[in-house]
Protein backbone atom coordinates (compact mmCIF):
# COMPACT_ATOMS: atom_id res chain seq x y z
CA UNK A 1 0.00 0.00 0.00
CA UNK A 2 2.94 2.33 0.71
CA UNK A 3 4.85 1.78 -2.56
CA UNK A 4 1.00 1.88 -4.54
CA UNK A 5 1.30 5.39 -2.76
CA UNK A 6 4.73 6.72 -3.54
CA UNK A 7 4.45 5.82 -7.07
CA UNK A 8 0.54 7.86 -7.02
CA UNK A 9 2.37 10.60 -5.63
CA UNK A 10 5.56 10.68 -8.27
CA UNK A 11 3.04 10.71 -11.01
CA UNK A 12 1.07 13.56 -9.04
CA UNK A 13 -2.05 11.37 -8.46
CA UNK A 14 -3.23 11.64 -5.42
CA UNK A 15 -5.59 14.23 -5.74
CA UNK A 16 -8.10 12.09 -7.74
CA UNK A 17 -7.88 9.16 -4.94
CA UNK A 18 -8.25 11.89 -1.89
CA UNK A 19 -11.53 13.02 -3.36
CA UNK A 20 -12.80 9.00 -3.13
CA UNK A 21 -16.05 8.03 -0.36
CA UNK A 22 -14.66 5.49 0.30
CA UNK A 23 -14.33 4.40 4.00
CA UNK A 24 -11.44 1.77 3.22
CA UNK A 25 -9.39 4.27 0.78
CA UNK A 26 -9.77 7.15 3.28
CA UNK A 27 -8.24 4.87 5.72
CA UNK A 28 -5.23 3.71 3.89
CA UNK A 29 -4.93 7.33 2.75
CA UNK A 30 -4.72 9.05 6.42
CA UNK A 31 -2.54 5.99 7.63
CA UNK A 32 0.21 6.60 5.62
CA UNK A 33 0.16 10.33 6.19
CA UNK A 34 0.36 9.55 9.49
CA UNK A 35 3.53 7.93 9.19
CA UNK A 36 2.21 4.10 9.16
CA UNK A 37 4.28 3.86 12.15
CA UNK A 38 1.52 2.34 13.95
CA UNK A 39 -0.06 -1.40 12.46
CA UNK A 40 -2.63 -0.63 10.96
CA UNK A 41 -4.89 -2.80 13.43
CA UNK A 42 -4.40 -0.22 16.36
CA UNK A 43 -4.71 2.66 13.46
CA UNK A 44 -8.53 1.50 12.95
CA UNK A 45 -9.48 2.17 16.30
CA UNK A 46 -7.83 5.50 16.21
CA UNK A 47 -10.11 6.82 13.60
CA UNK A 48 -13.44 6.63 14.83
CA UNK A 49 -14.34 9.55 12.77
CA UNK A 50 -14.29 7.79 9.79
CA UNK A 51 -17.55 7.33 8.25
CA UNK A 52 -17.35 3.62 9.63
CA UNK A 53 -20.96 3.38 7.77
CA UNK A 54 -22.45 -0.50 6.34
CA UNK A 55 -25.13 1.46 4.15
CA UNK A 56 -22.82 2.62 1.62
CA UNK A 57 -20.54 -0.72 1.53
CA UNK A 58 -23.58 -2.63 0.54
CA UNK A 59 -24.83 0.12 -2.29
CA UNK A 60 -21.51 1.53 -3.92
CA UNK A 61 -18.38 0.29 -2.26
CA UNK A 62 -16.67 -3.80 -1.84
CA UNK A 63 -17.70 -4.58 1.91
CA UNK A 64 -14.12 -5.10 4.11
CA UNK A 65 -13.94 -8.51 5.36
CA UNK A 66 -14.23 -7.88 8.86
CA UNK A 67 -12.58 -11.42 9.82
CA UNK A 68 -9.66 -10.50 8.80
CA UNK A 69 -9.42 -7.78 11.92
CA UNK A 70 -11.45 -9.33 14.31
CA UNK A 71 -9.14 -11.61 16.13
CA UNK A 72 -6.79 -9.18 16.21
CA UNK A 73 -9.40 -6.31 18.08
CA UNK A 74 -9.35 -6.25 21.84
CA UNK A 75 -13.39 -7.13 23.18
CA UNK A 76 -14.26 -3.58 23.30
CA UNK A 77 -13.18 -2.44 19.85
CA UNK A 78 -14.51 -5.31 18.31
CA UNK A 79 -18.10 -3.89 19.35
CA UNK A 80 -18.28 -1.03 17.39
CA UNK A 81 -18.20 -3.02 14.30
CA UNK A 82 -21.08 -5.48 15.03
CA UNK A 83 -23.86 -3.86 13.21
CA UNK A 84 -21.80 -3.89 10.26
CA UNK A 85 -22.09 -7.17 9.87
CA UNK A 86 -25.51 -7.22 8.46
CA UNK A 87 -24.12 -6.77 5.30
CA UNK A 88 -20.72 -8.28 4.81
CA UNK A 89 -21.30 -11.59 3.12
CA UNK A 90 -22.04 -14.99 4.52
CA UNK A 91 -19.10 -16.48 4.33
CA UNK A 92 -17.18 -13.37 6.21
CA UNK A 93 -20.17 -13.34 8.95
CA UNK A 94 -19.70 -17.11 9.74
CA UNK A 95 -15.52 -16.64 10.25
CA UNK A 96 -16.47 -13.41 12.71
CA UNK A 97 -18.70 -15.56 14.18
CA UNK A 98 -15.86 -17.94 14.68
CA UNK A 99 -14.00 -15.70 16.59
CA UNK A 100 -16.38 -13.94 19.19
CA UNK A 101 -17.52 -14.76 22.38
CA UNK A 102 -20.72 -16.36 23.32
CA UNK A 103 -21.59 -13.17 25.09
CA UNK A 104 -20.65 -11.63 21.58
CA UNK A 105 -22.24 -13.60 19.41
CA UNK A 106 -25.39 -13.57 21.20
CA UNK A 107 -25.46 -10.06 20.55
CA UNK A 108 -24.90 -9.98 16.75
CA UNK A 109 -27.89 -12.69 16.37
CA UNK A 110 -30.04 -10.06 18.42
CA UNK A 111 -28.87 -7.41 16.02
CA UNK A 112 -30.34 -9.58 12.80
CA UNK A 113 -30.72 -13.59 12.56
CA UNK A 114 -31.08 -13.38 9.04
CA UNK A 115 -27.65 -13.69 8.00
CA UNK A 116 -27.22 -16.26 10.28
CA UNK A 117 -29.65 -18.39 9.22
CA UNK A 118 -28.55 -17.60 5.48
CA UNK A 119 -25.15 -18.68 6.27
CA UNK A 120 -26.10 -22.06 6.93
CA UNK A 121 -29.47 -21.92 3.81
CA UNK A 122 -26.96 -21.08 1.30
CA UNK A 123 -23.84 -23.15 2.12
CA UNK A 124 -23.72 -26.26 0.79
CA UNK A 125 -21.41 -27.79 3.20
CA UNK A 126 -23.52 -26.07 6.02
CA UNK A 127 -27.02 -27.06 5.40
CA UNK A 128 -27.01 -30.45 6.56
CA UNK A 129 -26.33 -28.50 10.03
CA UNK A 130 -29.64 -26.28 9.28
CA UNK A 131 -32.17 -27.77 12.37
CA UNK A 132 -29.21 -28.01 14.60
CA UNK A 133 -28.54 -24.02 14.52
CA UNK A 134 -32.31 -23.25 14.34
CA UNK A 135 -32.76 -24.95 17.38
CA UNK A 136 -30.04 -23.11 19.37
CA UNK A 137 -31.19 -19.64 17.70
CA UNK A 138 -34.93 -20.15 17.96
CA UNK A 139 -35.82 -17.63 20.27
CA UNK A 140 -34.24 -14.90 18.41
CA UNK A 141 -36.84 -15.79 15.24
CA UNK A 142 -39.80 -13.69 14.61
CA UNK A 143 -42.65 -14.94 12.65
CA UNK A 144 -41.43 -13.00 9.44
CA UNK A 145 -37.89 -14.86 9.88
CA UNK A 146 -39.78 -17.94 10.01
CA UNK A 147 -42.08 -17.75 6.86
CA UNK A 148 -38.80 -16.88 5.45
CA UNK A 149 -36.77 -19.46 6.35
CA UNK A 150 -39.96 -21.58 5.40
CA UNK A 151 -39.77 -20.13 1.63
CA UNK A 152 -35.98 -20.64 1.71
CA UNK A 153 -36.46 -24.30 2.44
CA UNK A 154 -39.08 -24.58 -0.49
CA UNK A 155 -36.95 -23.07 -2.58
CA UNK A 156 -34.33 -25.61 -2.21
CA UNK A 157 -36.11 -28.52 -2.38
CA UNK A 158 -37.19 -28.02 -5.66
CA UNK A 159 -33.76 -27.74 -7.08
CA UNK A 160 -31.40 -29.35 -4.84
CA UNK A 161 -31.23 -33.52 -3.72
CA UNK A 162 -28.43 -33.34 -1.34
CA UNK A 163 -30.46 -33.95 1.70
CA UNK A 164 -33.74 -34.37 2.43
CA UNK A 165 -35.72 -30.68 2.74
CA UNK A 166 -39.11 -31.69 3.60
CA UNK A 167 -37.90 -33.34 6.54
CA UNK A 168 -36.44 -30.16 7.58
CA UNK A 169 -39.41 -28.30 6.67
CA UNK A 170 -41.89 -30.49 8.92
CA UNK A 171 -39.02 -30.49 11.98
CA UNK A 172 -39.55 -26.62 11.97
CA UNK A 173 -42.60 -26.66 11.41
CA UNK A 174 -43.86 -28.75 13.67
CA UNK A 175 -41.14 -26.93 16.34
CA UNK A 176 -43.15 -23.75 15.92
CA UNK A 177 -45.64 -21.66 17.81
CA UNK A 178 -49.67 -21.90 16.66
CA UNK A 179 -48.99 -18.24 15.64
CA UNK A 180 -46.71 -18.57 13.14
CA UNK A 181 -48.33 -21.47 11.45
CA UNK A 182 -51.35 -19.76 11.30
CA UNK A 183 -49.39 -16.34 9.22
CA UNK A 184 -47.26 -18.55 7.08
CA UNK A 185 -50.39 -20.62 5.91
CA UNK A 186 -51.76 -17.21 4.76
CA UNK A 187 -48.79 -16.46 2.14
CA UNK A 188 -47.18 -19.77 1.49
CA UNK A 189 -50.39 -22.24 1.95
CA UNK A 190 -49.81 -24.29 -1.04
CA UNK A 191 -46.11 -25.15 -1.01
CA UNK A 192 -46.75 -25.53 2.78
CA UNK A 193 -48.84 -28.41 2.19
CA UNK A 194 -47.04 -30.15 -0.42
CA UNK A 195 -44.15 -30.35 1.44
CA UNK A 196 -45.97 -31.80 4.84
CA UNK A 197 -47.84 -34.00 2.47
CA UNK A 198 -44.39 -35.41 0.63
CA UNK A 199 -43.06 -36.26 4.56
CA UNK A 200 -46.38 -38.41 4.78
CA UNK A 201 -45.89 -40.06 2.15
CA UNK A 202 -42.24 -40.94 2.71
CA UNK A 203 -43.46 -42.25 6.28
CA UNK A 204 -46.16 -44.64 4.93
Same mark, same amino acid.
Given at each position: ????? =????? =? ?10 ? @????? !??? $??? %? ?14 ? +?? $????? $??? $??? /??? *? ?9 ? %? ?8 ? @? /? ?7 ? +?? @? ?15 ? /? ?6 ? !?????? +? ?11 ? /??? *? ?25 ? !? ?8 ? #? =? ?14 ? #?????
Amino acid at each position: MRSLW =AELEA =AGETEIVERTDE @TLILF !WIR $WIR %DGSQIPWIQAIRQYPD +LP $WDPFP $WSR $WEP /VPR *FSRIFPSLPLE %DRQKFFKFLT @T /VSYDDLRFC +LY @TVTKEEEEQIIKMDILP /VLNIYLTT !WSLRCC +LLEIVEKVWNYID /VDN *FIYMLGAIVQLKSTLTDIDYCEIFERI !WNRSPIHFRE #K =ANKYNRKEIDLCLSEV #KRKKN
